[in-house]
């Protein structure tokens, strides 16, 4: 029942305990949570827990809560709780009434807290933090037991209540839960319950001086909200013996805890602090920057929660810590964009081509195919002149033998245009080539020779009194390495950022119908990729256009 693997089905390991506790009549339906900590925005590795959870409620007939894990007041913000709510529902996931915040659950964990320590379950421990830690002992050697462990439940108690009143300085006390100093489960070795921080909590204001730390919250929160298989992350697996204890002791709802791999993607980072790092040291242009993996930041380059949860769905769920290819998550948007996205033509480096046999003055419109994944997607009109701009790369003057795009003399398509064969190549005075002389054949129109006679390369177009000026970003990859877990603690791990990861390309020039582009429709740039026009910055006047992501290299083998 725990095997490891997934299968095609969409079935994983936990899905399968969760179908055998139904079936076994365990619970009455399933209850999970995604539980965020509100220090930050959601990324990719987030998504993989919402759709797992989400999807699961959604499987089995149950529900997901949505609830803030607010037990640190000293790195949350109320920013970090509407962006999470916003990307949860992005995904396509919806909580219902179900938003829970562990801070509501303060009063209750305390009362708790004294039952534990009517219980004889719990002390309020008076060393420091280092005496503390210093006694824990190691999985060789059993922990010292404090000297404070055999305080008497009054004396307890009273300390418990004064240190809620605001009475002693953040540290002087912690409530310890009083288990086992020499278990075999280094967590059950009397681990910290609260702990005294005089500081603002976002919700509580200064209701409260001690907070709950997690191993405590987040078990009896769970509990409360009668979540069956609270599933979470594998540095979480030697924390179930106390999460265990905890609802033993307080006589809970039996909500059990489950652990599966995180995700970790090549080339990017997957953890909140080194992504608030980021933003901090001003690397990237805030949370959503298109080169984060955050939900965002992946919005605002283009991706669509459709591909992400194809993505996740694709990963699957295992218990096995590895590293998946950034190039699956790129696959999954290239099959939504190929089916969705309408093509269109633009050039990123223009160099200009006149057509010296066309009518000057003269304009035509031809049709062009929206999208050859769908019918329905219908076509268009692009003008054509005598004057064009094609890519600069597409042509060589003094091609080598593999180069099949234009060159003197040297016959190529233009996409739903005509053939065109160049005639001239014009310099300045620094002999760069800024202009390409060619005639066409009227005979080719739409792109196709009645001779049958045949060219070896179609290059995309725009015309050049009709084209928009636009600017292009371009991304690479986040990290120079495919994996920043190997860098050693000591280095910094910002120095293996790709200082290439944002290329902007200013003076690009886009076919007339690329103006009015709403924010976030993708559209595919023939030959170039799958873009999507900025939110924060493009306008009609000035378009700006992000890439989300290349296109398979089909058509890159084609045009050589
Ligand atoms: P980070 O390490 O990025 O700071 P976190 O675990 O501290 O993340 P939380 O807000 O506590 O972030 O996470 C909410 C939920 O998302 C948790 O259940 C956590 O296990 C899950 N989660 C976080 N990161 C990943 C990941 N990379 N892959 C899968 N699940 C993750
Ligand atoms: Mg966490």
Same mark, same amino acid.
């Given at each position: 029942?725990? !095997? ?19 079936? *076994?009549?365990?619970?009455?339906? +399933?209850?999970? /949570? ?43 913000? =109320? ?5 999470? =709510? ?10 219902? $009434? ?36 210093? =006694? ?68 509580? #204001? ?33 924390? /179930? ?17 489950? $652990? ?55 990963? #699957? ?23 969705? %996205? ?19 003055? =003269? ?9 050859? $994944? ?50 001239? +190549? ?22 196709? %020779? ?16 009709? *084209? ?47 103006? *009015?582009?709403? *924010? ?8 170039? #990729? ?22 398979? !290299? ?7």
């Amino acid at each position: 029942m725990t !095997d490891e693997s997934t299968s095609d089905a969409g079935r994983d390991f936990i899905r399968d305990i969760v179908a055998a506790d139904l079936a *076994a009549g365990k619970h009455k339906g +399933v209850v999970t /949570r995604f539980p965020p900590e509100p220090n930050g925005y959601l990324h990719l590795g987030h998504a993989k827990s919402i759709c797992l959870n989400f999807g699961i409620a959604e499987e089995f007939g149950g529900r997901c809560h949505l609830r803030f894990d607010d037990t640190n007041p000293t790195k949350e913000e =109320q920013e970090y709780i509407d962006a999470i =709510q916003r990307d949860v529902r992005w995904l396509g996931f919806d909580w219902g $009434e179900h938003l829970h915040f562990a801070s509501d659950y303060f009063e209750q964990l305390y009362t708790w807290a004294v039952q534990l320590i009517e219980q004889g379950d719990a002390y309020v421990d008076s060393q420091s933090l280092e005496e503390i830690r210093s =006694q824990r002992g190691t999985a060789m050697s059993p922990g010292v037991d404090s000297p404070y462990r055999n305080r008497t439940v009054s004396e307890n108690l009273d300390l418990l209540t004064r240190m809620r009143a605001g009475e002693f300085p953040d540290g002087a006390h912690v409530l310890r839960a009083r288990i086992d100093m020499a278990s075999k489960h280094l967590i059950l070795r009397d681990p910290l319950m609260y702990r005294i921080r005089h500081a603002e909590h976002h919700r509580t #204001g200064n209701d409260w001086c001690i907070y709950p730390m997690y191993d405590y919250a987040h078990g009896q929160s769970d509990a409360l909200e009668e979540v069956t298989h609270s599933i979470c992350t594998l540095e979480f697996e030697t924390h /179930r013996p106390l999460y265990d204890w905890f609802i033993e002791k307080l006589g809970l709802f039996p909500s059990r805890q489950y $652990e599966f791999a995180r995700l970790n993607l090549t080339y990017t980072v997957m953890s909140k602090r080194k992504l608030l790092e980021l933003v901090e040291c001003g690397h990237v242009d805030g949370w959503d920057d298109p080169r984060m993996p955050t939900l965002c930041g992946l919005r605002r380059r283009g991706y669509t929660p459709e591909a992400i949860r194809e993505f996740c769905r694709e990963i #699957g769920v295992t218990r096995y810590n590895g590293l998946t290819d950034m190039v699956l998550l790129e696959n999954a948007l290239r099959g939504d964009r190929n089916r969705r %996205a309408e093509r269109r033509m633009a050039v990123l480096r223009p160099l200009k081509v006149v057509i010296t046999n066309y009518p000057e003055g =003269q304009t035509e419109e031809l049709e062009a195919v929206n999208n050859p $994944e769908d019918a329905a997607a219908g076509t268009r009109m692009v003008p054509f002149s005598r004057e064009l701009y094609i890519e600069l790369d597409d042509f060589m003057e003094d091609p080598p033998r593999k180069f099949f795009r234009l060159a003197p003399g040297r016959e190529v398509r233009l996409r739903y245009a005509y053939f065109i064969t160049c005639t001239g +190549v014009v310099k300045n005075d620094a002999g760069e080539i800024v202009e390409l002389h060619a005639t066409y054949d009227p005979a080719t129109k739409g792109g196709d %020779a009645p001779d049958g006679r045949k060219v070896k390369s179609t290059l995309h177009w725009v015309s050049a009194a009709h *084209a928009v000026t636009a600017e292009v970003r371009l991304y690479d990859h986040l990290c120079k390495v495919e994996d920043l877990g190997k860098i050693p603690e000591n280095e910094d791990w910002k120095t293996y950022l790709n200082e290439h990861s944002l290329e902007v390309v200013n003076d690009c020039r886009l076919e007339p119908s690329l103006t *009015a582009v709403p *924010a976030g429709t993708p559209v595919q740039f023939e030959r170039l #990729g799958y873009f999507t026009p900025d939110v924060r910055t493009s306008s009609s006047e000035r378009p700006v256009f992000n890439r989300s992501v290349t296109l398979k !290299d089909a058509w890159a083998k084609a045009r050589d």
